[in-house]
């Protein structure tokens, strides 16, 4: 079973920056989509961006591009988010996810998840 554990969340005021990460127990097959998903209070979970680990290819919500870089470090295998010019409506609880055989921005669709990093934007 794949497992998965987020780290780097913390308290930052609009503007700021963070970089969450994420470690897999294994390294993920270059077919794995990885992908972060984030849940504020009283929302659903959404998608927030997303990268086959071996291909490269990237996908991002609306909400974040031009913000947000995900990327992977297949040696480490590690997922990271990069965000920039984090605003208030970012606060959430950041979830990295992955699933062996698709792509896709459900998350009730992904096998595997972390536990979550809580990530605060204060105004």
């Known amino acids: 079973q794949v497992q998965l554990v987020e780290s780097g969340g913390g308290l930052v005021q609009a503007g700021g920056s963070l970089r969450l990460s994420c470690v897999v127990s294994e390294r993920a097959f270059s077919s794995y989509y990885m992908a972060w998903f984030r849940q504020g209070p009283g929302k659903e979970r959404e998608f927030v961006a997303g990268i086959i680990w071996g291909g490269g290819s990237t996908a991002y919500a609306d909400s974040v591009k031009g913000r947000f870089t995900i990327s992977r470090d297949y040696r480490k295998n590690t997922l990271y988010l990069q965000m920039n010019g984090l605003k208030p409506e970012d606060t959430a609880v950041y979830y990295c996810?992955?699933?062996?055989?698709?792509?896709?921005?459900?998350?009730?669709?992904?096998?595997?998840w972390g536990q979550g990093t809580q990530v605060t934007v204060s105004s």
């Open positions: 996810a992955a699933d062996p055989s698709r792509t896709t921005t459900n998350p009730s669709l992904y096998n595997y």
